[in-house]
């Protein structure tokens, strides 16, 4: 209070100015320190207090790409939902050790769970699919082979293609700070997608549906299909009607393959899910 009567108004207000500047500068320290703490998955199980060898794509992050030396503070995650503080212990050019130090509840996890069954498109609008689908929250994704999809994957290709989407996933987890990772089925035709057994509320976008997802029934299990570029025949629209699917419009306009996918990926979480 003396402070206040002593000081001139326009003292005041700097002295205040600059309290509220060393508060905020030492909140963003913080924050700066926090976001400075890289998040790792790790394929292998992870135990509490222990010290165990990264696996070789954790590894190679850790000690050639953010080229971390020892005593680095990590935070581990392997899909079972907890996040791990760890510390590295020991490296050489190809190994890295850490040690567990404490184990963290994750509860980021959508209430909605949302299976996305996604036509398989090109170039680099699949990954981009996955990547986002799963920062917004999908818990499972099976690439489709449709009639327009116009990509060529068999054999080993295909394999390969496999791997990368699930590594697409991973990553995602790794930036938005999930603990549970989504699994990318191995790449099916619709016809067997649309056969596979569910209780979950079956969906498919349709630009004259009647249904938007604002007059559906709450539910808390999803099935998701979205169309490659140029969209579903006529044919497979009516396969996914015969399957049980309901069509639902997002709005006027027409878009692309991915981004459809995520506007209503993104409407679904904000109506049924955790997306404020």
């Known amino acids: 209070m003396l402070l206040c009567q002593t000081l001139p108004r326009q003292g005041l207000f700097f002295l205040l100015l600059n309290q509220a500047a060393c508060y905020h500068s030492d909140m963003f320290s913080l924050c700066d320190q926090a976001m400075r703490i890289p998040r790792i998955y790790h394929s292998g199980a992870i135990a509490l207090n222990s010290e ?100 060529k994957l068999d054999g080993e290709r295909l394999t390969k293609r496999n791997e990368q989407w699930q590594k697409i996933a991973i990553s995602a987890c790794e930036q938005s700070g999930r603990s549970r990772v989504p699994t990318v089925h ?19 976008l349709h630009p004259w549906a009647k249904d938007t997802i604002k007059t559906l029934i709450p539910n808390t299990q999803i099935r998701l299909v979205i169309g490659p570029e140029g969209g579903f025949s006529e044919q497979e629209m009516a396969q996914t009607t015969a399957a049980g699917f309901t069509g639902i419009q997002l709005g006027p306009r027409v878009l692309r393959t991915e981004t459809a996918a995520l506007t209503a990926i993104s409407a679904l979480q904000l109506q049924f899910g955790d997306l404020a």
Not at 186 to 204: F, G, H, R, S
């Open 186 to 204: 191995p790449a099916i035709t619709l016809d067997n997608w649309l056969a596979q057994q569910t209780k979950a509320l079956k969906l498919t």
């Open 52 to 151: 165990f060898q990264l696996d070789e794509d954790a590894a190679n992050h850790v000690g050639r790409v953010l080229r971390m030396p020892n005593g680095s503070e990590l935070q581990l995650f392997n899909g079972d939902g907890f996040n791990y503080s760890a510390n590295i212990s020991n490296s050489d050019k190809k190994r890295v050790w850490v040690i567990t130090t404490a184990k963290h509840d994750n509860p980021v996890e959508s209430p909605l769970s949302i299976h996305l069954g996604q036509g398989i498109s090109r170039g680099d609008r699949m990954d981009f699919a996955i990547q986002k689908a799963v920062e917004l929250g999908v818990t499972e994704i099976t690439p489709l082979f449709t009639e327009r999809c116009g990509v």
